[in-house]
């Protein structure tokens, strides 16, 4: 699949909003038969949709806080050998922490990477940072995190793909 067409960009619009659904009842809501929209789904699943999976309430799963910790790293400044020696690193320590929901590079503010973490408590939380700031240390100049209280009564706009099926 080269490019996506005009039913696959509405399928993946359909599945943001609710990937439960079957293709029977995906196929009535986009006017197509069941099998095309099989086949499709078949096609969009090869090559731009990377997984399913289900937004959890927090609160009730026991996360109280989520951190967004950007972090300043001298990576950037290493050698390539040793770039990509402390890079693999990092991704396999985040990778070994399943509260670490996304790492990713970038630029602004002065940071060269963020990574969003997902915590039970403040101490839980504090006790990570403290673990990722003494393993990683010598990979680190600085971080600063910015942590936020997930009770429903403090979220504005629930994190939730299916905004993205109405973007244009």
């Known amino acids: 699949?080269?490019?996506?067409?005009?039913?696959?960009?509405?399928?993946?619009?359909?599945?943001?909003?609710?990937?439960r659904r079957s293709d029977r009842e995906l196929a009535k809501v986009l006017g197509v038969s069941q099998p095309t929209v099989t086949r499709?789904?078949?096609?969009l699943e090869k090559d731009f949709i990377d997984g399913y999976?289900?937004?959890?309430?927090?609160?009730k799963v026991g996360f109280e806080l989520i951190a967004f910790t950007f972090v300043k790293t001298k990576l950037k400044y290493a050698k390539p050998e040793v770039?990509?020696?402390?890079?693999?690193?990092?991704?396999?320590?985040m990778m070994n922490h399943a509260n670490v929901i996304l790492t990713i590079?970038?630029?602004g503010?002065?940071?060269?990477?963020v990574f969003v973490s997902f915590h039970k408590n403040y101490s839980a939380f504090a006790e990570f940072m403290r673990e990722h700031d003494s393993e990683l240390?010598?990979?680190?100049?600085?971080?600063?995190?910015?942590?936020?209280?997930?009770?429903?009564?403090?979220?504005?706009k629930a994190f939730h793909l299916k905004y993205l099926a109405d973007a244009k």
């Open 1 to 19: 699949m080269e490019k996506m067409k005009t039913i696959d960009n509405r399928l993946l619009g359909e599945l943001l909003k609710n990937s």
């Open 40 to 43: 499709r789904r078949t096609a």
């Open 53 to 59: 999976t289900a937004i959890p309430k927090w609160e």
């Open 83 to 93: 770039r990509k020696a402390g890079f693999k690193r990092v991704e396999e320590w």
């Open 105 to 107: 590079d970038g630029q």
């Open 109 to 113: 503010m002065g940071w060269d990477a």
């Open 137 to 156: 240390s010598d990979n680190l100049i600085e971080s600063s995190s910015f942590i936020a209280d997930i009770n429903p009564i403090t979220i504005r």
